[in-house]
């Protein structure tokens, strides 16, 4: 079946440090990609998306780019700030059934 | 006002007693999911609705019921609570055609 697998947390960074969470998933077909971001004590909100090969999502300075060749999304961001601190979840929806499968979860926290 | 409402927030109670747990959305969207989160689990589709006839069965639907009251409406219970569904759930909507979810609050339910 699907699944989709990120790299356990917690993510411990300075602010202003380079932020890399992997994402890798399996699936077969073309599914779409997604990062939902949970602030805490908040539900998920839909971070960034990407919908086919080589597409790039990106919002709030945060990147990620659909790789097929490598089954992967790695979600990227330049510069964290303390406010970035949250637990960040890779997911896929294939054939635009609207059923999300989610990863695991990585908790990143940015100290000052 | 939130869009899409849960209630309650949290939520203690024993084993083998019944709980629901209540979604209402503003949204005006067709489709409805319940999700639970368990740490390292990510997050879990317990069951969805397209719309106030059509209820399916998630990856994780035994041991709990829902119901489709109207479409701003989607309950889920627990008939017989047992400990290990201790969890964060989640509420979500959305559109058909679209591959975005909306999620409420979540519930923190705890059975002892």
């Known amino acids: 079946g699907d699944s989709v697998t990120q790299m356990e947390g917690p993510v411990t960074l300075s602010e202003e440090a380079f932020l890399t969470i992997n994402c890798t998933y399996t699936a077969t077909g073309y599914p779409s990609l997604f990062w939902y971001v949970q602030y805490p004590g908040e539900g998920l909100q839909l971070l960034l998306k990407?919908?086919?090969?080589?597409d790039k999502g990106s919002n709030k300075g945060f990147e990620a780019t659909y790789r097929k060749e490598t089954t992967s999304f790695h979600l990227e961001k330049g510069s964290v700030q303390v406010s970035d601190s949250a637990v960040y979840f890779c997911?896929?929806?294939?054939?635009?059934?609207?059923?999300?499968?989610f990863g695991g979860g990585t908790r990143v926290l940015v100290k000052p | 006002d939130a869009d899409v409402t849960q209630t309650p927030r949290n939520r203690i109670t024993k084993t083998g007693k019944r709980i629901m747990l209540e979604c209402s959305q503003t949204k005006g969207h067709d489709r409805m999911y319940w999700y639970r989160q368990d740490p390292g689990l990510g997050l879990r589709l317990i069951y969805y609705s397209f719309d106030v006839k059509d209820i399916n069965k998630g990856e994780i639907s035994d041991g709990y019921s829902v119901s489709r009251q109207a479409q701003a409406k989607f309950s889920l219970s627990l008939e017989s609570a047992i400990p290990n569904q201790t969890a964060l759930y989640f509420c979500?909507?959305?559109?058909?055609?679209?591959?975005?979810?909306?999620f409420g609050p979540g519930t923190r339910l705890t059975v002892l």
């Open positions: 997911a896929l929806d294939k054939a635009a059934g609207n059923k999300l499968t």
């Open positions: 990407a919908t086919k090969a080589d």
């Open positions: 979500a909507t959305s559109v058909a055609g679209a591959d975005t979810q909306y």
